[in-house]
């Protein structure tokens, strides 16, 4: 009789799968037990349940046979239509056609790019702190990540600058700068305008892509719009992401991507599931031309305004001295530093115990970070905020002792 040898899969894995941090974060039916500030989930009261049913009913009455079969890589063509004039409307972005791929949610686009771009060993750049997403792409991809701070004018440009002059006195060609430069995940902070015309003409310079993230920029809740990194660019070195799912459903998964046509065949040929959902693509679609976006932000942007308001005014009231704060102008997020040789790690899991969570900074890292810890005001309504602010200042404190 044969002996069976026992495998175990473990041997055949990627190198890739050796890099790859745990899986993404959170989970929003379980985070509903608790009072949440951990992700930027949006507010469940607000998803949009009846307008999204009437969608779906006019889109396949509409164009179901197109909706429910297989579709091109580009996306939807009736949701490109339209993301073209939300492009014009909202974001002051002029597209065609060809510039733009409708992803997976704007983390699809990421991954696309990074996949487009780099390969394991590549210099890229990235503001630190940044999207705990990005975080774990570039780490996946096995690039060299040099990182970039901010300060409450965004992007630190002449940090950047000097980090480009030595990469490329070293001989090495960065890849790509990615940036959110709109209420920054995880700081809040906007940069402006004159840092997003340094940061384009430094891409002229050193030849690298611009990765621009744009998921909050409709969730602008004082201040004015300043103009996309996009739209400062003649060269065709910047990139746009953005997504639904902060402005109507993050369940759509839909996102898209904004760049020269080159560079959206590439990210097209990339796409290995063959085209973004269809029927997703369809009924966003249909979210779009009837008005129902425009209507639902403004009510999002009322709502998160006061949202914002009311954590603002519990961390005034509570948090004890030491502990400093960002006051954002839009989007989701606050950004706190702990007094000296706190560690936001331990404090996570005291807080957790009684039944408040948050992301600890180490999260938004790619080294160190743990007297940082970043605050979502769009989950838990304004009475958890109160709550759990209280507690969460209870807890810092007894840490301090
Ligand atoms: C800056 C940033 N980019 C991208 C995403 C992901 O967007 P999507 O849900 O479209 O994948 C998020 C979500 O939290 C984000 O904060």
Known sequence: MSETLSHTVDDLYSARVRRAGPPRLGDPR???SLISFLAGFPDPSSLPKADVIEATRVALERDGEWALQYGASQGYQRLRDELLIKLRR???IEASDENLLITNGASQGLDLLVQAL???GDVVLSEEPTWSGAVACFRGAGAEVVTIPLDAEGTDVEALASELASIVASGRQPKFFYTIPNFQNPTG??????RR????????????VVIEDDAYSDLRYRGRRVPTIYSLDDQGLVVYLSTFSKIMAA???????VASPELIGTLSSLKAEGGTSPFAGAVAAEFCASGTLVEHIAELTALYASRHDAMLDAMTANMPDGVKWTDPDGGFFVWVHLPDALSAQALAARTREQGVEFLPGTACHFDGGDQTLRLSYSFADEAQIREG???LANAIRAEMS
């Open 251 to 257: 369940g759509v998964r839909l996102g898209w991507v």
């Open 197 to 208: 015309k340094r940061i384009v003409d430094l891409a002229h310079e050193y030849g690298f």
């Open 189 to 194: 902070v906007t940069t402006t305008l004159a």
């Open 90 to 92: 909202d974001q002051g």
């Open 118 to 120: 780099c390969d394991p």
């Open 389 to 391: 602010i209280a507690l």
């Open 30 to 32: 379980r985070s509903a």
